[in-house]
C-alpha cells in the first residue's frame, strides 16, 4: 500500500503541452504525452492529497479519478488555470510542456495557401509560468519545476539543470534526459532529482508512475526537512 502522507496537502498539477493557434484548425505544439504530469496526479490522489489537474493536451490518457480536471489548451489558458489553483495550494508542480512562443497573430478565419506566397511565422514570447509562481508564491508553499535536457553526458545535463532551478527558484527541479526510450512520447523515464537544499538523486530508468513516487517522496522530504 503507498503511503498516505501527502493527506490534507491540497496539490496542483500540470500536464501535456500546450497548443499555440494560428488560426481555427492550426496550431504550434510539441510531443508531451501528459503521462508523467497524470501519474503524478494519480499517486498523489493515492498518497491522500486533494489535486487538481490542469491538463493541456495529451494523448489519450485515462481519467485521474479523485483529481479535479480543468483544461487548458494555450499557455495563456494554462497559466489563468495555474494562478487560480494556486491559490490555498501547498504543492504546485509545473510538469506541463508549455511553449516559449505563440504566433503573434491569430487568423479569425482559416489561412489558404492562396492568401499569400510563404512567409515567416512572427513569433511572440509566452511568459514564464513557473517564474510566476514562484513571484507570487504563498509563505511555505513548495513548488516543483520540471526540465528536458538534452546532451551528450551527464555531467553536461546536471550543470545545465542546477543552474536551470537557481533561475527558476523553485524548490524541486525534475530533470528529465531526453532521449530514446526517455521522457517524450514513451512510457519510460529517468533523470534526476534536484533540490533547492543541494541534495541530488538519480531516477533509474523505470516506468512513469515509478517516478512519480519518487518525486513525491522528494516533495515530501523536501517538506520534512
Ligand atoms: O526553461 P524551461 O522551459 O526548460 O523550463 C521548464 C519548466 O518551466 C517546466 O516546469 C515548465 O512547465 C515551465 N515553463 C513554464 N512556462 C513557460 C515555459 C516553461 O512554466 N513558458
Redesign the pocket.
Known amino acids: 500500500a503507498l503511503p498516505r502522507d501527502l493527506e490534507g496537502r491540497r496539490v496542483v498539477v ?1 500536464a501535456g503541452g500546450t497548443r499555440e493557434p494560428l488560426d481555427p484548425v492550426r496550431y504550434l505544439g510539441n510531443r508531451s504525452s501528459g503521462k508523467q504530469g497524470y501519474a503524478l496526479a494519480r499517486t498523489a490522489v493515492q498518497r491522500g492529497a486533494t489535486v487538481t489537474l490542469v491538463s493541456a493536451a495529451t494523448v489519450a490518457l485515462p481519467e485521474v479519478a479523485g483529481a479535479e480536471l480543468v483544461r487548458a489548451g494555450t ?1 495563456e489558458e494554462l497559466r489563468s488555470a495555474m494562478h487560480e489553483a494556486a491559490k490555498g495550494a501547498d504543492i504546485l508542480v ?7 512562443f505563440r504566433p503573434t497573430e491569430r487568423a479569425e478565419y482559416k489561412i489558404k495557401k492562396t492568401d499569400h506566397d510563404p512567409r515567416p511565422i512572427a513569433l511572440t514570447r ?6 510566476e509562481l514562484v513571484e507570487a508564491r504563498a509563505e511555505g508553499q513548495v513548488i516543483v ?4 535536457e538534452t546532451g551528450d553526458d551527464s555531467g553536461d545535463v546536471l550543470e545545465h539543470a542546477r543552474a ?1 532551478l537557481k533561475r ?1 527558484g523553485c524548490d524541486l527541479l525534475v530533470v528529465n534526459a531526453v532521449g530514446e526510450g526517455k521522457a517524450f512520447e514513451t512510457e519510460d523515464n529517468a533523470g534526476w532529482l534536484l533540490s533547492a537544499d543541494g541534495s541530488e538523486r538519480a531516477v533509474e530508468l523505470g516506468s512513469k508512475s515509478y517516478m512519480a513516487s519518487d518525486i513525491w517522496d522528494a516533495v515530501v522530504a523536501f517538506i520534512e526537512a
Open positions: 500540470s499557455a509545473m510538469a506541463a510542456a508549455v511553449a516559449d509566452n511568459p514564464d509560468i513557473l517564474a519545476g520540471f526540465a528536458a536551470k527558476k
